[in-house]
């Protein structure tokens, strides 16, 4: 700036008879008061009502979001075009979005931050037209997208032209989907249509208590469902961390969801034609690294006794760290991601300690939805098996657990990625066919000396075969014949029983030789993924709506 004003001063003919010079000196004047005032989003007033909210602004999220001094904006200088409803005297800079991208761990990132102190974070023609615009860069460039979602929804005043604006954000995210990463955090409110974005991206984060979700609010509800509700029981963080499976994790307050987002990011490649960004693993890493050996007494004697699989997970992975997506949804399946000697790996695993490990509706598709991720953007999928079977009952058959199982089954049949399997104790019925099994192309499969791989249980097949008859004798006879790996490993659908503490050493050896997979897959459109509502919650909230009777909407 000095050198600029060092510059007006010359009076030489270049300067003095530069017709382009002199008329951008008055410009170049204001140029910093505008800069300013684009930082200031709605005000200083409208700042401190935000933080009184115990929320962030959307730049000082940003500024969490990406290492220091890596954000370059763009479009900070955009401005609405409505004039309806007296709007044109209510023109801010930037319009209520903060987009540009930066840097996380010196890798490069998209991102849109929504300012709830410009109008209510609203979405105008030219709120959509900024993020529109660094949703596709992204894609050009191949480079992830995280979306900061804090808005009262579309700007009434502009009518169908905000409506028009999410259906081009919504566009974006379906052709984005499989080809960059893309993250959502709810931080603030999110409604209605404006919904639909989040739901289409790869991971969705929210923050208890100044966060929410939901297509109708609770005045609504109220209206036509006569259900007194609040905002957090009706689209809260916990309600879709726990209920609705629409949440990958929820974090307490805005610094730690920042925190956890950029740790997400490290396990995570730029685009599909990248891998997962390696860390270094020396000689002395593995010097440090905890013994395997707690791995040889982690399973009962009792088959009936529960383990914690993720004690398998974290003593497998590197320095024991272990990223949980959704940690409180379907707690049966455990879902998430690791490093093996510096090798990103998604880990997908039953968990005996919730329902016994089996599968149900809701751990079917979480894990579907995991499985298509990682093999989306190339990630290996290291599958931990103790599963009795498909959860009983009417409940689940009526909720859809023949299609809902089917997605789990189609997603590890059509993934194409190194698929590494370890049997630990029950591979029964059904679900073990689904679980990567060797049948359905995984590519190496392990069982622990623990493992057993059958039908059904022994007391179970036994009472079947013998028609009750001599149940104690015969179920001893068949449990030496079938309660262990080896009935497996001779027809050759194991590759090799190992023990336990061999687990980490043997993923580690199996991602060196299939690094350079490849699968070839038919010739289609696009397959047709068996796709159902969970019709029980349907039917449940169809009664509720329109039951005259109190008694009856009690029941």
Request: proline share 5%.
């Amino acid at each position: 700036w000095e050198q600029m004003q060092t510059l007006t001063k010359i009076s030489t003919p270049l300067f003095k008879n530069s017709r382009l010079f002199s008329t951008k000196v008055p410009f170049v004047s204001k140029l910093p008061a505008l800069r300013e005032e684009s930082l200031l989003g709605g005000g200083p007033k409208r700042i401190d009502s935000q933080h009184k909210r115990n929320k962030l602004t959307a730049r000082e999220r940003v500024d969490l979001l990406f290492d220091k001094e890596s954000f370059i904006e763009y479009d900070a200088f955009v401005t609405h075009r409505c004039y309806e409803f007296g709007m044109e005297k209510e023109k801010i800079l930037g319009d209520g979005v903060v987009t540009g991208h930066g840097l996380i761990n010196g890798r490069s990132c998209y991102m849109f931050s929504q300012d709830f102190t410009v109008t209510g974070g609203t979405l105008s023609e030219t709120f959509s037209e900024k993020m529109c615009k660094i949703m596709d860069m992204a894609v050009v460039n191949g480079i992830p997208v995280i979306g900061i979602n804090d808005s009262g929804g579309a700007r009434i005043q502009e009518g169908v032209e905000s409506l028009a604006g999410y259906a081009e954000v919504f566009k974006r995210n379906v052709d984005s989907s499989g080809v960059i990463p893309q993250i959502s955090l709810i931080m603030g409110p999110c409604a209605g249509g404006a919904v639909y974005s989040p739901a289409l991206t790869d991971f969705v984060f929210m923050v208890r208590n100044t966060s929410y979700m939901f297509v109708t609010g609770p005045e609504v509800v109220k209206a036509v469902c006569h259900e007194d509700i609040t905002k957090e029981e009706l689209g809260g963080s916990q309600a879709h961390a726990a209920i609705s499976g629409v949440v990958h994790g929820q974090f307490n307050n805005d610094v730690q969801c920042m925190a956890g987002t950029r740790e997400l990011f490290n396990y995570l490649p730029l685009n599909s034609k990248e891998k997962p960004p390696v860390v270094e693993w020396t000689k002395e890493d593995d010097k440090a690294q905890a013994s395997t050996k707690l791995l040889d007494n982690i399973v009962p004697d009792d088959p009936n006794k529960p383990y914690d699989m993720k004690l398998v997970i974290k003593n497998i992975s590197d320095r024991g760290d272990f990223y949980e997506i959704m940690t409180d949804y379907a707690k049966n399946m455990v879902v998430g991601f690791g490093r093996v000697k510096g090798e990103v790996v998604g880990y997908l695993a039953n968990q005996p300690q919730v329902l016994a490990g089996c599968l149900d509706n809701e751990c079917s598709v979480k894990g579907a939805r995991f499985v298509r991720f990682c093999d989306a953007f190339n990630i290996p999928i290291i599958t931990l098996e103790d599963v009795p079977g498909f959860l009983p009952g009417t409940h689940q058959e009526h909720g859809g657990i023949i299609k809902n199982g089917a997605k789990l089954l189609y997603a590890y049949c059509e993934s194409t990625v190194p698929k590494i399997t370890f049997i630990t104790r029950k591979a029964y019925g059904g679900a073990y066919t689904v679980m990567s099994s060797k049948h359905i192309q995984g590519d190496t499969n392990y069982g622990w000396p623990s493992g057993e791989i059958a039908v059904m249980g022994a007391k179970g097949a036994v009472e079947i075969i013998f028609r009750k008859k001599n149940v104690e004798e015969r179920t001893i006879e068949y449990e030496e014949r079938f309660a262990n790996p080896l009935r497996a490993a001779e027809r050759g659908y194991l590759d090799d029983i190992i023990m336990p503490s061999q687990t980490r050493a043997t993923i580690a050896r199996d991602l060196k030789i299939l690094k350079n997979k490849y699968r070839p897959t038919p010739v289609r459109k696009h397959g047709n993924i068996p796709l159902q509502i969970y019709q029980i919650a349907a039917y449940s909230a169809i009664a509720n709506c329109f039951s005259d009777s109190s008694n009856n909407l009690q029941k």
